[in-house]
């Protein structure tokens, strides 16, 4: 009796002690990277498919990089810095607004927006606004109400036409939000406010992707690509999976009651 319940005891050690240090100190490293969340200002719990930071490149599609500099979440997209001012999962859209025109409208080189549909689209809440660099002013007629800012360029000095409708020297194409555009066409809004407000950029994941992570995540997995032809993967504490689901952890099995302190709490909205 005495004996049986000693070897019970010993038994009982042996599988806290050897089962639980192995399943909760060697999770595999893609797994761990591909489960934090990129987080940066107010931007938290963003996963999969974007990468960067603390979320290695197998992490998310190649063209979803986004960096945090100085507490600001940036994108580049064709050269061009974005801030990125909010993120939405369920609509699968970013919102951006161009790092150069940020809070001025006066920037050093004058580049047109160009996104690259392969990589993101825009939705239909956007409008394209022109800025006219170096316009004639003269001739326009008085009823015209126009949107004249000053800008000193390269020490050159130059207005600033909003949606112009004579030819100027130089011009851009900014999208905005239709609604924010509208604001500024009714003088409720300044330029500057419009295009801090930026637009919204949808980004591409396929059904079967959105699908192959919800099932990844739900099997305490967590999503990314194979590093070399951006194709989905599954990674669980154990490595890439197979089958795109995770199994279970083997040392839970035997300690049910631990189960709660061992999975994580994950979301994916
Ligand atoms: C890195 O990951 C941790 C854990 O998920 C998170 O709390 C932190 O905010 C992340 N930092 C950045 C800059 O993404
Ligand atoms: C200002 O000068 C830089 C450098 O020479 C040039 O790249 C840029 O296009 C100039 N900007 C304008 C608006 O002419
Ligand atoms: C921007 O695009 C407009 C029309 O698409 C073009 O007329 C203009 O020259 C472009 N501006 C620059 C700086 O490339
Ligand atoms: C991009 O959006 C437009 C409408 O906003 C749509 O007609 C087009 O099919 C979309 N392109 C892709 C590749 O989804
Ligand atoms: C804005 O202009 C770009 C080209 O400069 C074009 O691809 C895009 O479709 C335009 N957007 C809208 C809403 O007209
Ligand atoms: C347009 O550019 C030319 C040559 O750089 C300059 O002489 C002219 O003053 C500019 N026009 C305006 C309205 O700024
Ligand atoms: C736009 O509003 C500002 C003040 O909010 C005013 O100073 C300016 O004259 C207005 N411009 C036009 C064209 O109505
Ligand atoms: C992507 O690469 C992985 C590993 O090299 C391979 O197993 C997988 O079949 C590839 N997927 C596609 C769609 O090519």
């Given at each position: 009796m005495?004996?049986?319940?000693?070897?019970?005891?010993?038994?009982f050690v042996l599988l806290v002690q050897i089962t639980i240090p192995t399943c909760v100190c060697s999770d595999d490293a893609r797994y761990t990277s591909c489960d934090n969340e990129f987080a940066c200002g107010s931007l938290t719990l963003i996963k999969y498919p974007?990468?960067?930071?603390?979320?290695?490149?197998?992490?998310?599609?190649?063209?979803?990089?986004?960096?945090?500099?100085?507490?600001i979440p940036v994108i580049e997209i064709?050269?061009?810095?974005?801030?990125?001012?909010?993120?939405?999962?369920?609509?699968?859209?970013?919102?951006?607004?161009?790092?150069?025109?940020?809070?001025?409208i006066c920037p050093s080189r004058l580049v047109n927006t160009t996104i690259d549909f392969a990589v993101f689209n825009y939705t239909s809440a956007t409008r394209?606004?022109?800025?006219?660099?170096?316009?004639?002013?003269?001739?326009?007629?008085?009823?015209?109400?126009?949107?004249?800012?000053?800008c000193t360029i390269n020490n050159t000095k130059t207005n600033v036409i909003y949606d112009p409708s004579m030819s100027c020297n130089r011009s851009v194409v900014v999208p905005a939000f239709r609604n924010v555009a509208s604001d500024l066409d009714q003088n409720r809004t300044s330029l500057v406010d419009?295009?801090?407000?930026?637009?919204?950029?949808?980004?591409?994941?396929?059904?079967?992707e959105s699908e192959q992570c919800k099932s990844c995540i739900i099997s305490d997995g967590s999503c990314g690509v194979h590093p070399n032809n951006d194709s989905f993967v599954c990674y669980c504490y154990n490595g890439p999976s197979l089958g795109g689901v995770c199994d279970k952890r083997r040392g839970i099995l035997l300690f049910p009651r631990l189960l709660p302190f061992m999975h994580a709490k994950r979301r994916f909205n």
């Open positions: 005495y004996n049986s319940s000693c070897s019970c005891f010993i038994l974007f990468w960067g930071v603390n979320r290695s490149n197998y992490c998310g599609k190649q063209t979803y990089k986004l960096d945090c500099v100085n507490n064709n050269s061009l810095n974005y801030r990125v001012n909010e993120f939405n999962y369920y609509s699968h859209t970013i919102t951006v607004a161009r790092m150069d025109y940020w809070g001025e394209n606004l022109t800025l006219g660099y170096g316009c004639p002013l003269n001739p326009h007629p008085p009823e015209v109400t126009v949107l004249e800012y000053l419009a295009l801090r407000k930026g637009f919204a950029l949808k980004w591409y994941v396929t059904n079967e």
